[in-house]
């Protein structure tokens, strides 16, 4: 089907939309999985993304489904784990940026509070950050989801409504300011895998 959508378009950027489990094809890093179960469900994150023309890598973050509803530190350090990880293989076996395009915790899980699901968002955004400035394939993040006002009804959980959460609101602010700053010390021509100045390092993680 990729190759498909490229004979209509080739330009066009073509993802699979996997949660990032590893199988067969990898057996040494199934350890990184959230549990025996992700290794069985037919998935396989880099032989998937080696097929003919599949463009960048995406995977999914969410360790209160995976691990355990009941929120703790494990979740934090699932993540930065899992991250790490699939940007490490993105550059080693498939040569492309990944995006972790589904990431959140909801709020109906025991022990959730605001403060925890800004310490997730913050994991998330350093371990990007972390990846970027280095020339790596961590190439972005997806929060699932921001909500207008008024549509409380169809929130399961894991909607954040900006004007109702400031600090998280402020978080998504700062980190879309840094990636800015970032990417404005490339040239058009640069690719996701250039190496950046070390420049303005401060400015972003003076308060990381």
Request: glycine share 8%.
């Amino acid at each position: 089907m990729a190759v498909y959508v490229k004979s209509l378009d080739a330009k066009h950027l073509v993802e699979i939309g996997l949660e990032g489990f590893y199988g067969p094809s990898a057996p040494a890093r199934a350890q990184f999985n959230p549990n025996s179960y992700a290794t069985q469900v037919g998935t396989d994150f880099i032989r998937n993304h080696q097929a003919l023309g599949v463009d960048f890598a995406s995977v999914h973050i969410y360790a209160d489904s995976w691990i355990s509803q009941t929120i703790s530190d494990a979740h934090l350090q699932f993540t930065t784990s899992w991250m790490e990880a699939h940007i490490e293989d993105a550059e080693k076996y498939l040569g492309m940026p990944v995006i972790f395009s589904e990431f959140g915790v909801s709020a109906k899980d025991p022990g959730y509070n605001s403060s925890f699901r800004d310490a997730l968002i913050s994991t998330v955004y350093k371990t990007v950050l972390n990846s970027t400035k280095k020339g790596g394939s961590g190439a972005g993040s997806l929060l699932w989801q921001l909500f207008p006002d008024g549509m409380d009804s169809m929130d399961n959980g894991y909607a954040i409504v900006l004007a109702k959460s400031p600090s998280t609101s402020k978080l998504i602010s700062l980190h879309s300011s840094r990636l800015a700053i970032l990417n404005s010390m490339c040239s058009w021509k640069c690719n996701w895998g250039c190496r950046k100045k070390n420049a303005l390092e401060t400015i972003l993680y003076h308060d990381l």
